[in-house]
């Protein structure tokens, strides 16, 4: 994903040198920034496409949180629409997404 959106800065960080004690049931975890606020954050397996994680799928997900742009049109894993996400500690749905609920254009 990082080679096709060069606009997105992807930083890889081991999870022990990132947060003591993080958990490993919580990875893989992505934090979105966004001039230097925290946006979102995918915590888990599940909050990255499921077990079907590919980069389709991982593009399909931060195009629905609108730090990518992408010409997918729609779900690459249609039969996991029921998987959930966490973004601000909140859980939201995919039917959730579609709205711009960050505020920050």
């Known amino acids: 994903v990082a080679v096709k959106f060069e606009q997105v800065k992807f930083v890889f960080i081991s999870s022990t040198s990132a947060i003591e004690k993080w958990p490993a049931e919580n990875l893989p975890t992505l934090f979105c920034y966004r001039y230097g606020k925290m946006q979102h954050q995918l915590i888990g397996i599940n909050a990255l496409g499921g077990s079907g994680l590919n980069v389709d799928r ?35 749905t995919d039917d959730f997404c579609d709205d711009d609920y960050d505020g920050v254009d």
Do not use: Y
């Open 58 to 92: 991982l593009e399909w997900r931060l195009a629905r949180l609108g730090i990518v742009e992408t010409d997918l049109e729609e779900d690459p894993l249609p039969h996991n629409k029921s998987a959930e996400f966490r973004s601000h500690s909140k859980v939201f």
